[in-house]
């Protein structure tokens, strides 16, 4: 993993808890703490080894701006050309036709604002993480995608008993994290 600044020593950690500070809230910019209300980076430090930093000014924001317009023509695509009959059929609709038209126009905002947070989510972990090539970035969205999107969405779908919209959903969020990482790894 690499490190994108040095870490504080034990004893600077030691110092700063007993001046009341949160060795979190570390700016290595400046040498000492930052606010805690206005973190730029914060680090998990166990044992004294900076394990993980989340470094909100290191984020490459063209990348994210381009996942989510990425994202966004994905699902699009995803939804109602390639798999736009199924997709109704598994909600009961007689055609994508109906079935877009029964769907309320604010849930595109909300699928807008989550593909913001999963775009930046992704980046911020990415950073954290040192992916930084292609190749990484696959391998960080194949995990995601496994461990996280379909361990939490698989569970719902199985209790609904609706396997065809599962395999479509899952499918396309599988899918989608992956491109994102590759872009994200790959613009660094």
């Known amino acids: ?34 606010s805690p209300l206005m973190p730029i980076s914060s680090k998990l430090i166990f044992k004294g080894e900076n394990i993980m930093e989340l470094n909100f000014g290191n984020l490459n924001w063209l990348a994210i701006i381009a996942c989510i317009i990425v994202g966004q023509i994905f ?24 079935h877009t038209a029964e769907i309320p126009s604010y849930t595109y905002g909300i699928g807008l604002v989550c593909m913001i947070l999963l775009s930046f989510g992704l980046a911020l972990f990415q950073q954290a993480t040192g992916v930084d090539t292609l190749e990484s970035g696959i391998t960080f969205g194949i995990m995601i995608a496994i461990f996280f999107a379909i361990a939490t969405a698989l569970p719902g779908y199985a ?24 872009i994200l790894g790959a613009w660094q």
């Not at 490190?3 to 700016?27: D, F, V």
């Not at 736009?84 to 007689?94: I, S």
């Not at 396997?163 to 959903?169: D, E, G, H, R």
């Open 1 to 34: 993993m690499r490190q994108l600044c040095k870490s504080p020593t034990s004893k600077q950690i030691q110092r700063w808890a007993t001046n009341g500070h949160n060795a979190s809230h570390y700016s290595p910019a400046a040498g000492k703490p930052s």
């Open 75 to 98: 699902l699009t695509v995803w939804f109602l050309v390639i798999f736009g009959e199924p997709w109704a059929k598994a909600y009961g609709a007689a055609d994508k036709k109906q």
């Open 159 to 182: 209790f609904q008993k609706r396997w065809s919209t599962a395999i479509l959903a899952i499918g396309s969020q599988t899918v989608l994290i992956i491109i994102l990482s590759a």
